[in-house]
T-cell receptor
């Protein structure tokens, strides 16, 4: 079946620190992979996506590379800002639905 | 461009009362529509999805129901709310073609508190 496992958190970082949020998946075939971000009190927004192996999705300084050999799609950012504080969800597309991880709460302190 | 609306934004209801949450999409036709619930501190749970008017698929057994009376309208209902129905309810529509295929676009959500 399809499932996503992501680092639980919460994660607290100082401004300008390096961020990694781990995400691994189980799926049949070659699913598209996504990172969504949820800012406080809001709905989810698509942050980035990758549709095939070795693709790199990037947006707003965040990056994630689709690694088929390790079934992973880790989210990274070189220098986080206070405004990046949010909950981040990894997701995969399969069986005509999106399957989400449980989310990782990131807090960036000045 | 496409937009998705949800209302109300917040709702406080007593246990046993009915519920109706509405979601409408503009700027697209025949979208796939989804209802998710996010309980406090937890991830997203898919509740219902619909591929067309009157077509509803339920993912989890519960006291909630969904209806799609019009192409771009998706309603989440309950006859009698439970405390466990509290949460953040998100509606989403799915991109159907081009570069946005299999992406989902979310509404602003409704925060429901059942007391």
């Amino acid at each position: 079946g399809n499932s996503v496992t992501q680092m639980e958190g919460p994660v607290t970082l100082s401004e300008e620190a390096f961020l990694t949020i781990n995400c691994t998946y189980t799926a049949t075939g070659y699913p598209s992979l996504f990172w969504y971000v949820q800012y406080p009190g809001e709905g989810l927004q698509l942050l980035l996506k990758a549709t095939k192996a070795d693709d790199k999705g990037s947006n707003k300084g965040f990056e994630a590379t689709y690694r088929k050999e390790t079934t992973s799609f880790h989210l990274e950012k070189g220098s986080v800002q206070v405004s990046d504080s949010a909950v981040y969800f990894c997701a995969l597309w399969g069986a005509n639905n999106l399957f989400f991880g449980t989310g990782t709460r990131l807090t960036v302190i000045p | 461009s496409q937009t998705i609306h949800q209302w109300p934004a917040t709702l406080v209801q007593p246990v046993g009362s009915p519920l109706s949450l509405e979601c409408t999409v503009e700027g697209t036709s025949n979208p796939n529509l989804y209802w998710y619930r996010q309980a406090a501190g937890r991830g997203l749970q898919l509740l219902f999805y619909s591929v067309g008017i009157g077509q509803i698929s339920s993912e989890v057994p519960q006291n909630l129901s969904a209806s799609r009376p019009q192409d771009r309208q998706f309603i989440l209902s309950s006859k009698k709310l439970l405390l466990s129905d509290s949460g953040f309810y998100l509606c989403a529509w799915q991109g159907m073609g081009g570069s946005s295929y299999n992406e989902q676009f979310f509404g602003p959500g409704t925060r429901l508190t059942v007391l």
